[in-house]
């Protein structure tokens, strides 16, 4: 949804928007996906390649402090590599949706 523009912000200690379903086509109401995929404008590149960064650094530190029973900062692992999985996904589609490395 940020990378398609539908939302402003991807902060990285927010849980996922529970009104992002709200965004979609109803499939209970036959609504089709066009009018989706003309409100989606893919953000340019370099702000893709930046939130990449910042979640693989984030990601980075979690696993980190996790390992090495640290504290950690209070942010939700799975979403941060959830979100970075697609982030990966986005900036190199060459590679397979099942393959995506999240190696830190």
């Known amino acids: 949804m ?3 523009s539908l939302i402003p912000d991807l902060a990285i200690d927010q849980e996922i ?3 992002m379903s709200s965004l979609t086509p109803n499939v209970e109401d036959n609504e089709n ?5 003309k409100q989606m404008i893919l953000r340019p590149a370099v702000d893709l390649y930046v939130m990449r960064d910042l979640h693989y ?4 530190c979690i696993k980190s402090d996790r390992l090495n029973g640290r504290p950690s900062m209070d942010v939700d692992e799975g979403n941060v590599m959830e979100r970075r999985k697609a982030l990966e996904w986005l900036c190199d589609s060459t590679v397979d ?4 490395s999240l190696d830190t």
């Open 2 to 4: 940020w990378a398609g």
């Open 33 to 37: 996906g066009d009018k989706f995929s």
């Open 57 to 60: 650094h984030v990601h980075s």
């Open 17 to 19: 928007a529970y009104n």
């Open 97 to 100: 949706w099942d393959d995506v």
